[in-house]
């Protein structure tokens, strides 16, 4: 099986600590035969923390690096066909929020767009694919717009995004989520909550567009520890993600308090970074928690699967989320999962089967969950046994990117 012409994929920032996942469908998707070309709209951080991320940055024309290449490139399409990129100009003027700072906005996007576009055409490339609603998905829209008021509407050139949410959703008209799924030829969707949202906002006739292609584990890597790696006691509980509120950590420390008081005895390591650090530091402080709490800072792909090792429950009370990958991983390496029911995360993890679905919000349901595993281990273990089989089941690496590669074929076709 394989696609003839390759596919762009464009992200505002690839490689990047938080897009790992992207990483693993670029991946997939080459290892099933289709070459795709990596765009980057930002540089991507100054520190790569694993080899995978070295790799996809040496690779990947990041838009912003070569500003002298950006003007070459918008000159050459207008010396080639000025009224095309005229046309191209007054589309992008129209398009997007309607306040004025963004549609000026829009003409930056153009400019970037245009360094895309021209280099796609060199390497002979007619689809961009971009993942999440925001300024790469503009861009996306625009390569597609420009090429085709360059080359002629027969020309080939079209786009598709990855809707993850669940941000988009409450700002709709500022990331233009209905014009996207109207101009796109195909958007996936990593839920199907995602996906019934987008309904929400687009007429009928376009939901033949949205396919459910979820994000995936390589469950190969994320594997079960070594017997005796994972202790029973005392509980080790991890959490995985950037310090941001709409995690709800403040929760999962407010629920750790509790336990203490209790008497429950665990140890607990927060792995991840944010604007969120110093106040969570000060509230497991006043918790008297420093001795039972430990903030590693951020972790790459080549260093996370000790920690997921070490830990034998993974909590994660979040406000708002798409369908967090760090949970997949999680259950990939055999925890049960404590976490809210909220988005998405219910096609993943069913209460009482594989972990432990919660009101958000709730600290005293999370304390009451995670001291039950702490009380009962052989539960836990029963929970992580079922998680890695859904996960197995339904988010592995070679499953979903076989769906990605279907969805890709049929975007291009439309």
Same mark, same amino acid.
């Given at each position: ?11 505002? @920032? ?28 930002? @540089? ?19 838009? $912003? ?53 021209? *280099? ?111 202790? *029973? ?49 000060? @509230? ?16 790459? $792909? ?17 406000? $708002? ?78 499953? @979903? ?14």
């Amino acid at each position: 099986m394989q696609v003839a012409a390759p596919v762009a994929y464009l992200v505002s @920032q690839y490689p990047a600590l938080s897009h790992t996942f992207i990483e693993r469908e670029v991946l997939g998707l080459r290892e099933l035969g289709l070459d795709v070309v990596t765009f980057s709209v930002r @540089q991507p951080p100054a520190e790569l923390s694993s080899e995978a991320m070295r790799s996809e940055a040496a690779s990947t024309v990041v838009v $912003q690096a070569d500003k002298g290449q950006v003007l070459r490139d918008n000159a050459s399409a207008v010396t080639r066909n000025p009224a095309g990129y005229f046309r191209a100009l007054t589309k992008a003027a129209r398009t997007g929020d309607k306040r004025v700072r963004a549609r000026v906005w829009q003409m930056f996007y153009l400019a970037e767009a245009a360094r895309i576009q021209q *280099e796609m055409s060199r390497q002979g490339i007619r689809h961009i694919h971009a993942h999440f609603a925001n300024n790469g998905a503009d861009i996306a829209r625009l390569v597609a717009e420009l090429g085709l008021a360059l080359d002629g509407p027969d020309s080939g050139w079209s786009w598709s995004f990855t809707m993850h949410g669940s941000t988009e959703f409450e700002a709709v008209a500022h990331y233009d989520l209905t014009a996207k799924v109207e101009s796109a030829s195909g958007v996936a969707c990593i839920s199907d909550f995602t996906r019934s949202q987008l309904m929400r906002f687009t007429d009928p006739e376009h939901w033949s567009k949205l396919h459910l292609v979820r994000m995936s584990v390589d469950t190969d890597r994320f594997s079960l520890p070594a017997p005796g790696v994972r202790a *029973e006691t005392p509980l080790r509980i991890l959490q995985v993600g950037r310090l941001v509120p709409e995690k709800g950590t403040p929760v999962l420390i407010d629920a750790l308090a509790a336990m203490k008081k209790a008497g429950v005895s665990f140890e607990v390591r927060l792995v991840g970074d944010g604007p969120l650090r110093e106040s969570l530091t000060a @509230q497991v402080a006043a918790a008297n928690l420093v001795n039972e709490v430990t903030f590693t800072g951020a972790v790459g $792909q080549d260093d996370i699967l000790a920690h997921y090792h070490w830990a034998n429950v993974f909590c994660l009370p979040s406000f $708002q989320e798409g369908l967090p990958v760090v949970l997949m991983e999680a259950m990939s390496t055999g925890l049960p999962v404590v976490t809210t029911r909220i988005a998405g995360i219910g096609e993943l993890v069913v209460n009482g089967v594989n972990g432990w679905l919660l009101t958000p919000g709730r600290a005293d349901l999370v304390a009451d969950a995670l001291t039950e595993l702490a009380a009962d281990p052989a539960l836990a273990v029963r929970l992580g046994e079922a998680g890695r089989d859904a996960v197995i089941r339904d988010y592995s690496k070679a499953e @979903q990117a076989q769906r990605q590669y279907a969805f890709l074929q049929g975007a291009r076709s439309l």
